[in-house]
């Protein structure tokens, strides 16, 4: 961590006195563990044996890690609230994308808008990320969708997390959909992107993952693998979104090209799941998206994790098909119409996610040498968290040892 942020973020000592319970996933055991009636000492921004620094009585509350939220896409300028009420009166979001909205509909906001208008809508989204819990984030470029946008995304991505208490992982998705100018010229675009975009993409060298949505109507399996097997090459990490609404091979995909995770799932295969348990890939899986769009058919999260396939959980936070920052109410999500159980979800929306990052050993759980991330809540127990649904019952976040101002 630079030192710009290093200043924001750490704490020199901070003690947690009178904690009820004390609730995270272990990974040497594999399960959500809780300690009943203990404290949590930590200095310079991390876990530690005993401090003897400030004193916080957290009154016999619940704390947890912080939630790390895996799958994001804030660097837009405005919403598309007309598209959502579009949606109420009939539309479907493949008919509102064949109409000009969708992913499209934000391009031009992204590549009219300066750099320090994009960094404060972004500064703003994460204030509020924040203050709901997420104390680490991915998030992806894709509504430039030319080499100058793109980029300018993803320095926005790096200004921001310079100086915010957050942590950002960016990731970048060119390959979120074909712009307008390349509509008729699809390979075209995929040549841009391989030629030029990733290479740049490289050179600026902000971006560690690269994201492709793989989708029937967007990019095909074969474009998706020559542009992933390029991030490769230029030592960006896959990602992939993987039948969201259509069986597209695109899990397959994701374990012939080394992704760390695939997310959606919704559509996803028996052939692409038996797939993704062979070569470890991770599933993402994004409630929220089919919570917000009207949808009854959410990702098989039991089915999944039967196959033994590691499972997260993320918002899919973007300006049209899911306009959702909590992770706690993607919990309630996945335990009410997913059949995962509370501290399945719990792990899936901490550890796991941490663990699509490459993070897994820095967050996600509370640990000696960890960062010091966490959230006082107030309420006593983890299954009161799904619980509360639309409720937020947080006292208070910390990040990397320091308390942080939701005001």
């Known amino acids: 961590m630079n030192n710009q942020k290093s200043s924001i973020n750490n704490h020199k000592s901070l003690l947690l006195e009178n904690i009820g319970q004390l609730t995270t996933f272990n990974p040497e055991t594999g399960k959500v563990e809780t300690i009943s009636n203990t404290s949590l000492s930590m200095e310079n921004g991390l876990f530690v044996e005993n401090s ?29 609230e007309e598209e959502f009420a579009m949606r109420l009166a009939g539309a479907t979001y493949e008919e509102i994308a064949a109409k000009g909205g969708g992913i499209n509909s934000s391009i031009y906001g992204v590549r009219n808008a300066s750099k320090d208008e994009l960094a404060e809508r972004v500064t703003k989204r994460m204030d509020r990320f924040i203050k709901l819990g997420t104390t680490t984030i991915e998030a992806k470029s894709g509504y430039g969708l030319d080499i100058e946008s793109e980029l300018k995304s993803l320095q926005v991505l790096h200004e921001v997390n310079q100086v915010h208490a957050i942590d950002i992982i960016p990731t970048f998705m060119g390959a979120h959909a ?50 992933l097997e390029t991030a490769k090459a230029h030592g960006l990490t896959p990602r992939l979104h993987a039948d969201e609404f259509e069986d597209s091979d695109a899990a397959e995909l994701a374990s012939d090209v080394g992704a760390i995770s695939a997310d959606h799932l919704m559509a996803v295969s028996n052939a692409g799941i038996q797939k993704m348990a062979e070569t470890n890939v991770i599933a993402t899986l994004l409630p929220g998206t089919t919570f917000f769009l009207g949808k009854n058919t ?7 994790l039967a196959n033994d396939i590691e499972v997260a959980l993320a ?54 040498g960890r960062k010091a991330d966490i959230i006082v809540w107030d309420v006593e127990k983890l299954m009161e968290i799904p619980y509360s649904v639309t409720d937020l019952p947080i006292k208070m976040v910390i990040k990397n040892g320091k308390p942080i101002d939701s005001r």
């Open 298 to 304: 959410y990702a098989p999260a039991k089915i999944l």
């Open 178 to 227: 074909f712009p307008p100018e390349f509509a008729n010229n699809h390979e075209g675009y995929v040549d841009l992107i391989c030629h030029e975009m990733i290479p740049e993409v490289a050179k600026q060298g902000i971006a560690k993952y690269c994201d492709v949505f793989c989708e029937n109507g967007y990019f095909t399996v074969e474009q998706s693998r020559r542009i």
């Open 52 to 80: 003897c620094g400030e004193v916080i009585d957290c009154g016999g509350s619940l704390v947890t890690p912080g939630f790390v939220d895996s799958h994001t896409h804030p660097v837009f300028l405005d919403g598309r």
């Open 315 to 368: 918002t899919d936070f973007n300006p049209g098909s899911c306009h959702i920052q909590s992770m706690p109410f993607i919990i309630s999500l996945v335990c009410i119409y997913m059949g995962m159980t509370i501290e399945q979800a719990f792990a899936s929306a901490t550890y796991f996610s941490a663990k699509t990052l490459n993070l897994e050993n820095e967050i996600g759980t509370i640990a000696i």
